[in-house]
Protein backbone atom coordinates (compact mmCIF):
# COMPACT_ATOMS: atom_id res chain seq x y z
CA UNK A 1 0.00 0.00 0.00
CA UNK A 2 1.30 3.57 -0.65
CA UNK A 3 0.00 6.51 0.86
CA UNK A 4 -0.87 10.05 -0.44
CA UNK A 5 0.21 13.08 2.16
CA UNK A 6 -2.65 15.64 1.03
CA UNK A 7 -3.22 18.72 1.54
CA UNK A 8 -5.54 21.56 0.61
CA UNK A 9 -4.21 24.52 2.18
CA UNK A 10 -7.39 25.87 3.79
CA UNK A 11 -7.67 29.47 5.18
CA UNK A 12 -8.63 29.13 9.09
CA UNK A 13 -9.66 32.54 10.13
CA UNK A 14 -12.79 32.73 8.14
CA UNK A 15 -15.12 32.49 11.71
CA UNK A 16 -18.38 32.32 10.34
CA UNK A 17 -19.85 30.47 7.60
CA UNK A 18 -19.79 32.18 4.26
CA UNK A 19 -22.44 31.85 1.84
CA UNK A 20 -21.95 34.37 -0.83
CA UNK A 21 -19.88 34.09 -3.85
CA UNK A 22 -17.20 34.35 -5.31
CA UNK A 23 -16.02 34.76 -1.23
CA UNK A 24 -14.95 38.16 -0.28
CA UNK A 25 -11.11 38.01 0.44
CA UNK A 26 -12.13 41.59 2.41
CA UNK A 27 -10.78 39.14 5.44
CA UNK A 28 -7.96 37.86 4.07
CA UNK A 29 -4.28 38.92 6.21
CA UNK A 30 -1.77 38.42 3.78
CA UNK A 31 1.31 38.48 6.86
CA UNK A 32 -1.01 35.32 7.86
CA UNK A 33 -1.08 34.09 4.66
CA UNK A 34 3.20 34.38 4.77
CA UNK A 35 3.06 32.41 8.24
CA UNK A 36 0.42 29.52 7.03
CA UNK A 37 2.06 28.77 3.16
CA UNK A 38 5.80 28.35 5.62
CA UNK A 39 3.59 25.92 7.87
CA UNK A 40 1.89 24.64 5.21
CA UNK A 41 4.81 23.50 2.91
CA UNK A 42 7.12 22.51 5.81
CA UNK A 43 4.37 20.31 7.08
CA UNK A 44 4.32 18.54 3.61
CA UNK A 45 7.97 18.40 3.76
CA UNK A 46 7.58 16.70 6.90
CA UNK A 47 5.46 14.07 5.00
CA UNK A 48 8.43 12.10 3.47
CA UNK A 49 9.72 11.82 7.15
CA UNK A 50 6.84 10.15 7.93
CA UNK A 51 7.06 7.34 5.55
CA UNK A 52 4.42 8.79 2.96
CA UNK A 53 5.16 7.88 -0.33
CA UNK A 54 3.68 10.53 -2.45
CA UNK A 55 2.74 14.25 -1.44
CA UNK A 56 -0.36 15.52 -3.11
CA UNK A 57 -1.09 19.02 -4.53
CA UNK A 58 -4.70 20.04 -5.66
CA UNK A 59 -5.93 23.22 -7.73
CA UNK A 60 -9.09 25.38 -5.73
CA UNK A 61 -9.90 29.02 -6.50
CA UNK A 62 -11.85 32.35 -5.04
CA UNK A 63 -12.78 30.70 -1.51
CA UNK A 64 -10.89 30.34 2.08
CA UNK A 65 -11.64 25.94 0.74
CA UNK A 66 -8.22 26.06 -0.66
CA UNK A 67 -4.74 28.48 -1.45
CA UNK A 68 -3.16 26.78 -3.40
CA UNK A 69 -4.81 28.29 -7.43
CA UNK A 70 -1.81 27.13 -8.83
CA UNK A 71 -0.42 23.91 -7.03
CA UNK A 72 2.48 23.48 -9.53
CA UNK A 73 4.20 26.72 -7.77
CA UNK A 74 4.01 24.48 -4.99
CA UNK A 75 4.82 20.94 -6.52
CA UNK A 76 7.48 23.18 -7.47
CA UNK A 77 8.87 23.51 -4.28
CA UNK A 78 8.19 20.15 -2.80
CA UNK A 79 10.81 18.63 -5.41
CA UNK A 80 12.79 21.05 -4.79
CA UNK A 81 12.94 20.12 -1.00
CA UNK A 82 12.51 16.32 -0.85
CA UNK A 83 14.64 12.98 -2.06
CA UNK A 84 12.43 10.31 -2.91
CA UNK A 85 8.44 10.87 -2.29
CA UNK A 86 6.57 11.44 -6.04
CA UNK A 87 4.68 14.67 -6.03
CA UNK A 88 1.16 13.98 -6.85
CA UNK A 89 -0.62 17.22 -8.33
CA UNK A 90 -4.50 16.38 -7.31
CA UNK A 91 -5.28 19.09 -9.89
CA UNK A 92 -4.39 20.93 -12.33
CA UNK A 93 -8.32 21.66 -13.33
CA UNK A 94 -7.57 20.92 -17.08
CA UNK A 95 -10.44 22.18 -18.28
CA UNK A 96 -10.00 25.33 -17.18
CA UNK A 97 -6.51 26.12 -18.52
CA UNK A 98 -4.35 26.41 -21.01
CA UNK A 99 -3.61 22.74 -22.26
CA UNK A 100 -0.22 23.71 -23.53
CA UNK A 101 0.74 25.41 -20.31
CA UNK A 102 -0.33 22.13 -18.42
CA UNK A 103 1.96 19.69 -20.54
CA UNK A 104 4.96 22.40 -20.19
CA UNK A 105 4.41 22.69 -16.12
CA UNK A 106 3.89 19.02 -15.49
CA UNK A 107 6.94 18.36 -17.84
CA UNK A 108 9.14 20.62 -15.72
CA UNK A 109 8.35 19.76 -12.72
CA UNK A 110 8.45 15.53 -13.84
CA UNK A 111 11.97 16.53 -14.97
CA UNK A 112 13.03 18.59 -11.84
CA UNK A 113 11.92 15.79 -9.85
CA UNK A 114 13.73 12.97 -11.72
CA UNK A 115 10.44 11.20 -13.28
CA UNK A 116 8.35 11.85 -9.53
CA UNK A 117 5.77 13.51 -10.77
CA UNK A 118 1.67 11.81 -10.83
CA UNK A 119 -0.11 13.71 -13.12
CA UNK A 120 -3.36 14.77 -12.19
CA UNK A 121 -6.26 15.24 -14.86
CA UNK A 122 -9.09 16.69 -12.89
CA UNK A 123 -12.29 17.97 -13.96
CA UNK A 124 -12.77 20.10 -11.52
CA UNK A 125 -15.82 20.80 -8.74
CA UNK A 126 -18.72 22.94 -10.29
CA UNK A 127 -17.83 26.12 -8.76
CA UNK A 128 -14.53 26.19 -10.35
CA UNK A 129 -16.74 27.49 -13.36
CA UNK A 130 -17.89 29.86 -12.73
CA UNK A 131 -14.42 31.18 -11.32
CA UNK A 132 -12.80 30.67 -14.69
CA UNK A 133 -16.02 31.44 -16.62
CA UNK A 134 -15.51 28.38 -18.89
CA UNK A 135 -19.18 26.56 -19.35
CA UNK A 136 -19.92 23.65 -17.16
CA UNK A 137 -21.40 22.04 -20.25
CA UNK A 138 -18.15 21.62 -21.77
CA UNK A 139 -16.41 20.18 -19.28
CA UNK A 140 -16.22 16.56 -20.12
CA UNK A 141 -15.31 17.28 -23.65
CA UNK A 142 -12.92 19.69 -22.75
CA UNK A 143 -10.75 17.46 -20.56
CA UNK A 144 -11.18 14.55 -23.19
CA UNK A 145 -9.55 17.02 -25.74
CA UNK A 146 -7.19 18.88 -23.52
CA UNK A 147 -5.90 14.75 -22.52
CA UNK A 148 -5.77 14.18 -25.97
CA UNK A 149 -3.71 17.58 -26.72
CA UNK A 150 -1.27 17.30 -24.02
CA UNK A 151 -0.40 13.43 -24.15
CA UNK A 152 0.49 14.30 -27.95
CA UNK A 153 2.86 17.66 -26.27
CA UNK A 154 4.48 14.78 -24.29
CA UNK A 155 4.95 12.27 -26.72
CA UNK A 156 5.61 13.78 -30.60
CA UNK A 157 8.83 13.50 -31.51
CA UNK A 158 8.83 16.16 -34.14
CA UNK A 159 7.06 19.91 -33.84
CA UNK A 160 2.80 19.31 -34.70
CA UNK A 161 0.01 21.62 -34.71
CA UNK A 162 -3.25 21.25 -32.99
CA UNK A 163 -6.57 21.69 -34.68
CA UNK A 164 -10.06 20.42 -31.91
CA UNK A 165 -13.08 21.83 -31.29
CA UNK A 166 -11.47 23.75 -27.96
CA UNK A 167 -8.01 24.11 -28.64
CA UNK A 168 -6.19 25.38 -32.21
CA UNK A 169 -2.66 25.64 -32.27
CA UNK A 170 -0.80 25.55 -35.10
CA UNK A 171 2.92 24.95 -34.25
CA UNK A 172 3.57 22.90 -31.17
CA UNK A 173 7.12 21.80 -29.12
CA UNK A 174 7.79 22.03 -25.89
CA UNK A 175 11.27 22.14 -24.17
CA UNK A 176 11.67 19.96 -21.89
CA UNK A 177 9.81 16.66 -23.10
CA UNK A 178 8.87 14.59 -19.87
CA UNK A 179 11.26 12.43 -17.90
CA UNK A 180 9.07 10.01 -17.72
CA UNK A 181 8.65 7.56 -20.40
CA UNK A 182 6.00 7.13 -22.46
CA UNK A 183 4.95 10.03 -19.96
CA UNK A 184 4.44 10.65 -16.77
CA UNK A 185 1.68 8.57 -14.84
CA UNK A 186 -1.99 10.33 -15.13
CA UNK A 187 -4.42 10.14 -12.04
CA UNK A 188 -7.85 11.33 -12.56
CA UNK A 189 -11.06 11.53 -10.26
CA UNK A 190 -13.60 8.50 -10.52
CA UNK A 191 -16.10 8.91 -7.98
CA UNK A 192 -18.56 7.72 -10.16
CA UNK A 193 -19.17 5.27 -12.61
CA UNK A 194 -18.77 7.76 -15.76
CA UNK A 195 -15.67 9.09 -14.39
CA UNK A 196 -14.20 5.65 -13.63
CA UNK A 197 -14.85 4.68 -17.44
CA UNK A 198 -13.35 7.66 -18.35
CA UNK A 199 -10.24 7.19 -16.28
CA UNK A 200 -10.06 3.81 -17.25
CA UNK A 201 -9.98 4.24 -20.90
CA UNK A 202 -7.36 6.45 -20.58
CA UNK A 203 -5.32 3.98 -18.20
CA UNK A 204 -5.34 6.84 -15.35
CA UNK A 205 -5.25 5.48 -11.79
CA UNK A 206 -8.64 6.18 -10.47
CA UNK A 207 -9.43 8.67 -7.37
CA UNK A 208 -12.00 8.28 -5.19
CA UNK A 209 -12.26 10.43 -2.15
CA UNK A 210 -14.71 11.49 0.35
CA UNK A 211 -16.52 8.58 0.10
CA UNK A 212 -20.43 8.12 1.01
CA UNK A 213 -19.93 4.51 1.64
CA UNK A 214 -18.00 1.76 0.35
CA UNK A 215 -20.36 0.24 -2.06
CA UNK A 216 -20.42 3.31 -4.35
CA UNK A 217 -16.67 2.84 -4.28
CA UNK A 218 -17.02 -0.85 -4.88
CA UNK A 219 -19.24 0.34 -7.98
CA UNK A 220 -16.95 3.03 -8.99
CA UNK A 221 -14.18 0.44 -8.95
CA UNK A 222 -16.18 -2.38 -10.95
CA UNK A 223 -16.73 0.02 -13.66
CA UNK A 224 -13.56 0.52 -13.84
CA UNK A 225 -11.77 -2.56 -13.83
CA UNK A 226 -14.30 -3.82 -17.09
CA UNK A 227 -13.60 -0.74 -18.94
CA UNK A 228 -10.08 -1.22 -18.67
CA UNK A 229 -10.54 -5.49 -19.43
CA UNK A 230 -12.66 -3.89 -22.49
CA UNK A 231 -9.81 -1.80 -23.53
CA UNK A 232 -7.28 -4.06 -23.47
CA UNK A 233 -5.16 -3.51 -19.97
CA UNK A 234 -5.00 -5.08 -16.76
CA UNK A 235 -5.36 -2.09 -13.57
CA UNK A 236 -3.84 -3.48 -10.16
CA UNK A 237 -4.25 -2.05 -6.71
CA UNK A 238 -1.57 0.36 -7.72
CA UNK A 239 -4.43 1.77 -10.46
CA UNK A 240 -7.05 2.12 -7.26
CA UNK A 241 -6.34 5.15 -4.82
CA UNK A 242 -9.26 5.64 -1.47
CA UNK A 243 -8.96 9.20 -0.36
CA UNK A 244 -9.90 9.90 3.26
CA UNK A 245 -10.32 11.95 5.92
CA UNK A 246 -7.55 11.38 8.52
CA UNK A 247 -6.68 11.92 12.02
CA UNK A 248 -4.48 10.16 14.53
CA UNK A 249 -3.94 10.84 18.31
CA UNK A 250 -2.49 9.66 21.32
CA UNK A 251 -6.12 9.27 22.65
CA UNK A 252 -8.92 8.35 20.87
CA UNK A 253 -11.54 10.67 22.04
CA UNK A 254 -8.64 13.50 20.93
CA UNK A 255 -8.66 12.37 17.66
CA UNK A 256 -12.94 12.43 17.36
CA UNK A 257 -13.04 15.96 18.85
CA UNK A 258 -10.55 17.32 16.14
CA UNK A 259 -11.79 15.67 13.45
CA UNK A 260 -15.18 16.59 14.26
CA UNK A 261 -14.39 20.10 15.10
CA UNK A 262 -12.56 20.06 11.60
CA UNK A 263 -15.06 18.43 9.75
CA UNK A 264 -17.59 21.17 10.76
CA UNK A 265 -15.66 23.87 10.49
CA UNK A 266 -14.64 22.14 6.79
CA UNK A 267 -18.60 21.75 5.61
CA UNK A 268 -20.02 24.49 7.58
CA UNK A 269 -17.52 27.26 6.64
CA UNK A 270 -15.32 26.84 4.14
CA UNK A 271 -17.72 25.02 2.18
CA UNK A 272 -20.11 27.33 2.29
CA UNK A 273 -19.50 30.01 -0.15
CA UNK A 274 -18.67 27.15 -3.13
CA UNK A 275 -21.44 25.12 -2.35
CA UNK A 276 -23.87 28.06 -3.43
CA UNK A 277 -21.84 28.35 -7.01
CA UNK A 278 -22.25 24.56 -7.38
CA UNK A 279 -25.66 24.65 -6.75
CA UNK A 280 -26.77 27.74 -9.65
CA UNK A 281 -24.19 25.29 -11.64
CA UNK A 282 -25.87 21.95 -11.24
CA UNK A 283 -29.44 23.70 -11.43
CA UNK A 284 -28.36 25.81 -14.75
CA UNK A 285 -26.15 23.79 -16.85
CA UNK A 286 -25.94 19.55 -17.82
CA UNK A 287 -22.59 19.91 -15.65
CA UNK A 288 -23.90 16.44 -14.00
CA UNK A 289 -24.59 14.82 -17.85
CA UNK A 290 -28.02 13.00 -16.27
CA UNK A 291 -30.76 13.61 -13.13
CA UNK A 292 -29.58 10.28 -11.48
CA UNK A 293 -26.42 11.35 -11.65
CA UNK A 294 -26.82 14.61 -10.20
CA UNK A 295 -29.15 13.39 -7.30
CA UNK A 296 -26.50 10.65 -6.33
CA UNK A 297 -23.78 13.25 -6.41
CA UNK A 298 -26.38 16.47 -3.91
CA UNK A 299 -27.42 12.55 -1.76
CA UNK A 300 -23.72 11.96 -1.30
CA UNK A 301 -22.80 15.59 0.11
CA UNK A 302 -25.78 15.51 2.34
CA UNK A 303 -24.78 11.75 3.87
CA UNK A 304 -20.88 13.33 3.90
CA UNK A 305 -22.43 16.07 6.19
CA UNK A 306 -24.75 14.69 7.94
CA UNK A 307 -23.39 11.56 9.36
CA UNK A 308 -21.90 11.19 12.41
CA UNK A 309 -18.50 10.63 13.21
CA UNK A 310 -18.64 7.52 14.74
CA UNK A 311 -20.80 5.85 11.79
CA UNK A 312 -18.19 7.76 9.52
CA UNK A 313 -15.54 5.49 10.80
CA UNK A 314 -17.98 2.40 10.99
CA UNK A 315 -18.46 2.72 7.32
CA UNK A 316 -14.91 3.09 6.10
CA UNK A 317 -15.61 6.80 5.05
CA UNK A 318 -12.69 8.30 7.47
CA UNK A 319 -9.85 7.36 9.43
CA UNK A 320 -9.87 8.73 12.91
CA UNK A 321 -8.40 7.20 16.57
CA UNK A 322 -5.28 6.23 17.72
CA UNK A 323 -2.92 4.38 15.86
CA UNK A 324 -4.00 0.82 16.32
CA UNK A 325 -7.37 1.66 15.58
CA UNK A 326 -6.24 3.45 12.48
CA UNK A 327 -4.54 0.00 11.20
CA UNK A 328 -7.50 -1.81 12.16
CA UNK A 329 -9.96 0.93 9.97
CA UNK A 330 -6.91 0.28 6.96
CA UNK A 331 -7.06 -2.73 6.83
CA UNK A 332 -10.68 -3.12 6.68
CA UNK A 333 -10.92 -0.79 4.33
CA UNK A 334 -8.13 -2.96 2.03
CA UNK A 335 -10.29 -5.86 2.28
CA UNK A 336 -13.40 -4.36 1.52
CA UNK A 337 -12.10 -2.50 -1.84
CA UNK A 338 -8.75 -3.57 -2.92
CA UNK A 339 -7.05 -0.36 -3.70
CA UNK A 340 -3.22 -0.03 -3.30
CA UNK A 341 -3.28 3.89 -2.95
CA UNK A 342 -4.72 5.94 -0.07
CA UNK A 343 -5.10 9.69 -0.02
CA UNK A 344 -5.02 10.78 3.64
CA UNK A 345 -5.54 14.30 4.23
CA UNK A 346 -5.30 15.04 7.68
CA UNK A 347 -5.23 18.97 7.56
CA UNK A 348 -9.18 18.94 7.25
CA UNK A 349 -11.01 22.64 8.05
CA UNK A 350 -8.93 24.33 11.44
CA UNK A 351 -7.30 21.27 12.73
CA UNK A 352 -4.49 23.03 14.54
CA UNK A 353 -1.29 22.31 12.51
CA UNK A 354 0.40 20.88 15.85
CA UNK A 355 -2.25 18.21 15.92
CA UNK A 356 -2.03 17.36 12.53
CA UNK A 357 2.00 17.13 12.97
CA UNK A 358 1.80 15.05 15.80
CA UNK A 359 -0.91 12.85 13.89
CA UNK A 360 1.43 12.48 11.02
CA UNK A 361 4.15 11.05 13.61
CA UNK A 362 2.07 8.88 14.75
CA UNK A 363 1.25 7.86 11.82
CA UNK A 364 5.26 7.00 10.44
CA UNK A 365 6.02 5.33 13.87
CA UNK A 366 3.05 2.93 14.63
CA UNK A 367 0.54 3.41 11.54
CA UNK A 368 3.03 3.05 8.59
CA UNK A 369 5.22 -0.08 10.06
CA UNK A 370 1.90 -2.43 10.08
CA UNK A 371 0.16 -0.94 6.78
CA UNK A 372 3.06 -0.72 4.48
CA UNK A 373 2.99 -4.72 3.25
CA UNK A 374 -0.77 -4.66 2.76
CA UNK B 1 -20.80 25.22 -55.97
CA UNK B 2 -21.41 23.26 -59.08
CA UNK B 3 -18.80 20.58 -60.38
CA UNK B 4 -19.21 19.72 -64.03
CA UNK B 5 -17.19 16.18 -65.27
CA UNK B 6 -15.34 17.12 -68.67
CA UNK B 7 -12.16 14.85 -69.79
CA UNK B 8 -8.54 15.92 -71.01
CA UNK B 9 -6.83 14.14 -74.09
CA UNK B 10 -3.26 14.00 -72.29
CA UNK B 11 -0.77 11.59 -74.44
CA UNK B 12 -1.07 8.89 -71.78
CA UNK B 13 -4.57 8.75 -72.76
CA UNK B 14 -8.04 10.19 -71.98
CA UNK B 15 -8.17 11.20 -68.49
CA UNK B 16 -11.89 12.52 -67.01
CA UNK B 17 -11.86 15.14 -64.41
CA UNK B 18 -14.19 17.09 -61.79
CA UNK B 19 -13.69 21.18 -62.29
CA UNK B 20 -15.58 23.42 -60.04
CA UNK B 21 -14.91 26.66 -58.45
CA UNK B 22 -12.97 30.00 -58.88
CA UNK B 23 -9.42 31.70 -58.13
CA UNK B 24 -6.12 30.14 -58.18
CA UNK B 25 -5.55 26.51 -58.88
CA UNK B 26 -5.70 23.80 -56.61
CA UNK B 27 -4.99 19.73 -58.04
CA UNK B 28 -7.04 17.48 -55.84
CA UNK B 29 -5.98 14.09 -56.02
CA UNK B 30 -8.22 11.36 -54.87
CA UNK B 31 -7.90 8.25 -52.28
CA UNK B 32 -8.91 4.80 -53.09
CA UNK B 33 -12.29 5.38 -52.79
CA UNK B 34 -12.49 7.47 -56.04
CA UNK B 35 -13.47 10.91 -56.47
CA UNK B 36 -15.72 11.99 -53.91
CA UNK B 37 -17.52 16.04 -53.66
CA UNK B 38 -17.21 16.76 -50.52
CA UNK B 39 -18.69 19.84 -48.80
CA UNK B 40 -15.45 20.48 -47.68
CA UNK B 41 -14.22 20.77 -51.37
CA UNK B 42 -17.58 22.57 -52.10
CA UNK B 43 -16.21 25.48 -49.59
CA UNK B 44 -12.86 25.52 -50.71
CA UNK B 45 -14.16 25.87 -54.55
CA UNK B 46 -15.98 29.30 -53.20
CA UNK B 47 -11.90 30.55 -53.38
CA UNK B 48 -9.96 28.13 -55.61
CA UNK B 49 -10.54 26.60 -58.95
CA UNK B 50 -10.51 22.74 -58.23
CA UNK B 51 -9.18 19.92 -60.41
CA UNK B 52 -10.36 16.63 -59.67
CA UNK B 53 -8.82 14.07 -61.95
CA UNK B 54 -10.04 10.45 -62.19
CA UNK B 55 -7.20 7.97 -62.39
CA UNK B 56 -7.67 5.30 -65.01
CA UNK B 57 -9.26 2.27 -63.25
CA UNK B 58 -11.69 4.50 -60.80
CA UNK B 59 -15.65 5.57 -60.93
CA UNK B 60 -15.70 2.96 -63.57
CA UNK B 61 -13.26 3.66 -65.83
CA UNK B 62 -10.42 1.09 -67.29
CA UNK B 63 -7.12 1.04 -66.41
CA UNK B 64 -4.65 1.95 -69.15
CA UNK B 65 -1.78 -1.06 -69.20
CA UNK B 66 1.35 1.58 -69.22
CA UNK B 67 0.25 3.05 -66.24
CA UNK B 68 1.48 0.14 -63.09
CA UNK B 69 2.66 2.14 -60.25
CA UNK B 70 2.23 5.23 -58.56
CA UNK B 71 5.18 7.16 -60.04
CA UNK B 72 3.29 6.23 -63.54
CA UNK B 73 0.12 8.23 -61.92
CA UNK B 74 2.59 10.67 -61.15
CA UNK B 75 3.48 11.28 -64.37
CA UNK B 76 0.22 11.47 -65.74
CA UNK B 77 -0.89 14.28 -63.23
CA UNK B 78 2.43 15.98 -64.29
CA UNK B 79 0.96 16.11 -67.68
CA UNK B 80 -2.47 16.97 -66.98
CA UNK B 81 -1.07 20.33 -64.86
CA UNK B 82 0.98 21.16 -67.94
CA UNK B 83 -2.04 20.19 -70.26
CA UNK B 84 -5.05 21.45 -68.61
CA UNK B 85 -4.13 23.83 -65.92
CA UNK B 86 -1.32 25.15 -67.57
CA UNK B 87 0.54 26.47 -65.05
CA UNK B 88 2.70 25.09 -61.86
CA UNK B 89 0.20 24.80 -59.02
CA UNK B 90 -0.92 23.99 -55.27
CA UNK B 91 -1.42 19.89 -54.99
CA UNK B 92 -3.74 18.50 -52.05
CA UNK B 93 -3.37 14.67 -52.17
CA UNK B 94 -5.83 12.51 -49.81
CA UNK B 95 -4.42 9.06 -48.87
CA UNK B 96 -4.55 6.74 -52.11
CA UNK B 97 -3.99 10.51 -53.73
CA UNK B 98 -1.08 11.64 -50.85
CA UNK B 99 0.92 8.92 -52.12
CA UNK B 100 1.07 10.29 -55.69
CA UNK B 101 1.37 13.56 -54.54
CA UNK B 102 4.67 12.83 -53.11
CA UNK B 103 6.01 11.01 -56.02
CA UNK B 104 5.21 14.47 -57.75
CA UNK B 105 6.61 16.36 -56.06
CA UNK B 106 10.17 14.46 -55.93
CA UNK B 107 9.87 13.79 -60.11
CA UNK B 108 8.13 16.83 -61.28
CA UNK B 109 8.94 19.88 -58.39
CA UNK B 110 8.77 22.31 -60.90
CA UNK B 111 4.69 21.37 -61.36
CA UNK B 112 3.71 22.11 -57.52
CA UNK B 113 3.75 25.44 -55.65
CA UNK B 114 2.69 24.54 -52.06
CA UNK B 115 1.61 20.57 -51.14
CA UNK B 116 -1.40 19.57 -48.76
CA UNK B 117 -0.75 15.67 -47.61
CA UNK B 118 -4.06 14.69 -46.42
CA UNK B 119 -3.63 11.32 -44.44
CA UNK B 120 -1.17 10.09 -47.10
CA UNK B 121 -1.09 6.48 -47.59
CA UNK B 122 2.29 4.79 -48.34
CA UNK B 123 3.74 5.41 -45.49
CA UNK B 124 2.84 2.61 -42.81
CA UNK B 125 5.67 0.79 -40.80
CA UNK B 126 6.64 -2.10 -41.74
CA UNK B 127 4.51 -5.54 -40.90
CA UNK B 128 1.19 -2.56 -40.88
CA UNK B 129 -2.08 -3.86 -42.11
CA UNK B 130 -2.93 -3.14 -45.53
CA UNK B 131 -6.37 -1.79 -46.81
CA UNK B 132 -8.88 -3.97 -45.51
CA UNK B 133 -10.84 -5.65 -48.75
CA UNK B 134 -14.24 -5.41 -46.44
CA UNK B 135 -16.02 -2.34 -47.72
CA UNK B 136 -17.64 -2.35 -44.34
CA UNK B 137 -15.14 -2.36 -42.32
CA UNK B 138 -13.02 -0.14 -44.96
CA UNK B 139 -15.83 2.37 -44.01
CA UNK B 140 -15.97 2.14 -40.47
CA UNK B 141 -12.11 2.97 -40.06
CA UNK B 142 -12.06 5.91 -43.09
CA UNK B 143 -15.32 8.00 -41.24
CA UNK B 144 -15.39 9.25 -37.39
CA UNK B 145 -18.61 11.16 -38.55
CA UNK B 146 -19.79 8.74 -41.73
CA UNK B 147 -23.22 10.78 -41.19
CA UNK B 148 -21.91 14.18 -42.78
CA UNK B 149 -21.05 11.99 -46.09
CA UNK B 150 -22.64 13.99 -48.97
CA UNK B 151 -25.04 10.99 -50.77
CA UNK B 152 -22.89 9.02 -52.79
CA UNK B 153 -24.44 7.72 -56.55
CA UNK B 154 -21.77 5.58 -57.20
CA UNK B 155 -23.11 1.58 -56.90
CA UNK B 156 -21.72 -0.59 -54.84
CA UNK B 157 -19.83 -2.53 -58.23
CA UNK B 158 -18.07 0.83 -58.49
CA UNK B 159 -16.85 0.60 -54.96
CA UNK B 160 -15.45 -2.55 -55.45
CA UNK B 161 -13.64 -1.74 -58.40
CA UNK B 162 -12.33 0.61 -57.04
CA UNK B 163 -11.10 -1.44 -54.53
CA UNK B 164 -9.68 -4.03 -57.13
CA UNK B 165 -8.15 -0.93 -58.85
CA UNK B 166 -6.05 0.29 -55.61
CA UNK B 167 -4.11 -3.98 -55.72
CA UNK B 168 -3.59 -2.70 -59.43
CA UNK B 169 -1.16 -0.16 -58.49
CA UNK B 170 0.39 -1.50 -55.17
CA UNK B 171 -0.39 -5.20 -54.91
CA UNK B 172 -0.24 -5.62 -50.62
CA UNK B 173 2.16 -2.99 -50.89
CA UNK B 174 1.46 -0.51 -47.67
CA UNK B 175 5.24 0.91 -47.36
CA UNK B 176 6.70 2.52 -50.25
CA UNK B 177 10.39 2.50 -49.13
CA UNK B 178 11.84 4.61 -52.89
CA UNK B 179 9.52 7.24 -51.65
CA UNK B 180 10.58 7.13 -48.52
CA UNK B 181 14.22 7.62 -49.33
CA UNK B 182 13.28 10.48 -51.09
CA UNK B 183 11.19 12.70 -49.61
CA UNK B 184 14.26 15.10 -48.03
CA UNK B 185 13.53 16.06 -51.98
CA UNK B 186 10.61 17.49 -51.86
CA UNK B 187 11.49 20.88 -51.27
CA UNK B 188 7.69 22.37 -51.50
CA UNK B 189 6.25 23.64 -48.73
CA UNK B 190 3.67 20.59 -47.12
CA UNK B 191 0.52 20.77 -45.09
CA UNK B 192 0.46 17.45 -43.73
CA UNK B 193 -2.64 16.69 -42.26
CA UNK B 194 -3.54 13.22 -39.45
CA UNK B 195 -7.35 12.78 -37.74
CA UNK B 196 -6.83 11.25 -33.89
CA UNK B 197 -9.13 8.38 -34.79
CA UNK B 198 -7.93 7.77 -38.37
CA UNK B 199 -7.92 3.63 -38.42
CA UNK B 200 -6.48 3.34 -41.55
CA UNK B 201 -2.96 5.30 -41.51
CA UNK B 202 -0.72 4.59 -38.17
CA UNK B 203 0.45 7.58 -36.80
CA UNK B 204 4.40 6.50 -37.49
CA UNK B 205 3.44 7.39 -41.34
CA UNK B 206 2.55 11.31 -40.15
CA UNK B 207 5.66 11.24 -37.70
CA UNK B 208 8.24 10.05 -40.87
CA UNK B 209 6.65 12.57 -43.30
CA UNK B 210 7.18 15.66 -40.73
CA UNK B 211 10.51 14.25 -40.05
CA UNK B 212 12.01 14.07 -43.78
CA UNK B 213 10.14 16.77 -45.33
CA UNK B 214 12.13 19.63 -44.89
CA UNK B 215 9.62 22.57 -44.83
CA UNK B 216 6.73 21.00 -43.56
CA UNK B 217 3.71 21.84 -41.01
CA UNK B 218 2.42 18.57 -39.26
CA UNK B 219 -1.37 18.81 -37.87
CA UNK B 220 -3.59 16.47 -35.65
CA UNK B 221 -7.05 17.03 -36.61
CA UNK B 222 -8.88 15.74 -33.18
CA UNK B 223 -12.43 13.67 -33.25
CA UNK B 224 -11.14 13.60 -37.24
CA UNK B 225 -10.82 9.90 -38.74
CA UNK B 226 -9.16 9.33 -42.32
CA UNK B 227 -11.05 11.50 -44.36
CA UNK B 228 -10.78 14.35 -42.38
CA UNK B 229 -12.65 16.51 -44.88
CA UNK B 230 -15.92 14.51 -44.57
CA UNK B 231 -15.10 14.39 -40.64
CA UNK B 232 -14.53 17.69 -39.66
CA UNK B 233 -15.20 20.06 -42.61
CA UNK B 234 -14.79 23.35 -41.27
CA UNK B 235 -11.68 22.73 -39.26
CA UNK B 236 -10.58 21.32 -42.75
CA UNK B 237 -11.39 24.00 -44.55
CA UNK B 238 -9.86 26.61 -42.66
CA UNK B 239 -6.60 24.74 -42.40
CA UNK B 240 -5.78 24.17 -45.51
CA UNK B 241 -7.41 27.62 -47.02
CA UNK B 242 -5.01 29.65 -44.50
CA UNK B 243 -2.24 27.53 -45.33
CA UNK B 244 -2.15 27.77 -49.01
CA UNK B 245 -3.47 31.37 -48.65
CA UNK B 246 -0.34 32.69 -46.53
CA UNK B 247 1.95 29.84 -46.42
CA UNK B 248 4.83 29.80 -43.28
CA UNK B 249 2.57 32.36 -41.70
CA UNK B 250 -0.05 29.82 -41.31
CA UNK B 251 1.75 29.18 -37.63
CA UNK B 252 0.99 32.88 -36.81
CA UNK B 253 -2.85 33.82 -35.19
CA UNK B 254 -3.35 36.54 -37.19
CA UNK B 255 -6.17 39.69 -36.27
CA UNK B 256 -9.18 40.17 -38.67
CA UNK B 257 -7.32 43.68 -39.66
CA UNK B 258 -3.66 41.54 -40.24
CA UNK B 259 -5.80 38.81 -42.21
CA UNK B 260 -7.39 41.71 -44.57
Known sequence: ?374 | MTFSLTEAKLAKGALPYHVGGSGAPLLCLHSAGGARLTSALERLAATRTLYLPVFPGFDGTPTQPHLRTMEDLAGLAAEFIDNVVGQPCDVMGHSFGGWVACWLAVDHPDRLQQLVLHAPAGFAPDGAPGLPTDLAKLRQLAFAHPENLLPDTRSLDIHRSNRETVDHYLGKKTNDRDLQGRLGDISALTLILHGTKDGLVPVASPRLLKERIRRSHLIYVHDAAHAIDVDQPARFVSLVEDFLAVGEAFIVNRSRDSAA
Open chain 1, 1 to 374: MKFNFFHLMPWCDANEPDREWPVSNRNFVPEKGTDLYRTYIDTMIYAEECGFDWVGCNEHHFSPYGLMSNCNLIGSILINRTKNVRVAMCGNLVPLLNPIRVAEEYAMLDVMSGGRLIAGFMRGIPHEYVAYNIPPDESWERLAEAFDLIVKCWTEPEPFGWEGKYYQYRAVSIWPRPYQKPYPQVLMSASNPDSARFAAERRAIMGMVMLPDLDAARESIRVYKETAHANGWEPGPEHILIGAHTLVCDRAEDAKRYLGDGLDYFYNVLAGGPRTAQRLVVQKTRYYQDQALQQRSAARRGVLKATPIEERIEKGMILCGTPEMVVDQLKRMKDALGHGVMNINMKIGNIPDEVVRRSMQLWGERVVPHVHNL
